[in-house]
């Protein structure tokens, strides 16, 4: 006989925030992450959230916010920065370092809210290469400290950025190689 599970609706009726207005630390980061202090009976567990590619922790502000709203601890980095050319043009943002290197900033990073907070396990939350980065932390380090890990799109088969690089391939093939290394 099958189970019943309990389902909970919730009605979110919110707009999208504007990124522009989002108070941020001197480092970028939206101000209602990284309370080493926030404990919270009804969340214990605390929620790092992971970016993507091409990205930041200001571009999940709508997630973070919607938890920290409903009484979550939130923490996140920005991580996997480093010098091509995307970042030269726009240095803001990051998600383009190897997904290893990436992987070792959070992996720190958890550890570190882990110390800081007292907490055992951590839930994560990762949009596009975030997921991957997850992934990747647990296959690395383990996953005996994750209580959820939350892949939003995870792109556990690579990226082709939108279709551009397959059509780039295709119409030339010989100078693909070119054209991508500074990406």
Known sequence: MPTAQ?????????????????????????????HWD???????????????TFSRQLSQIDVTQ?????????????????DNL????????Y???HVDETTDQVNAFIEKVKRKTGAKKVDLIGH?????????????YGGKDVRIAMMLAGTHQ???????SKIVEEAMPHLFPIIAAPL
């Open 158 to 164: 690579g990226t082709t950025l939108m279709g551009a």
């Open 66 to 82: 919607m938890l920290h709203d409903r009484g979550y601890c939130v923490f996140g980095i920005d991580a996997g920065h480093n």
């Open 6 to 34: 309990a389902t909970t609706t919730t009605n979110i009726t919110s707009t999208a925030i504007d990124q522009k207005t989002v108070p941020t630390t001197k480092d970028g980061l939206p101000t209602i992450l990284n």
């Open 95 to 97: 998600g383009t370092a």
């Open 86 to 93: 995307y970042t030269l043009i726009k240095p803001e943002y």
């Open 38 to 52: 926030c404990r919270s009976s009804q969340h214990p567990t605390p929620v790092i959230m992971i970016h993507g």
């Open 128 to 140: 596009s290469q975030g997921g991957l980065i997850i992934r990747n932390r647990i296959t690395r």
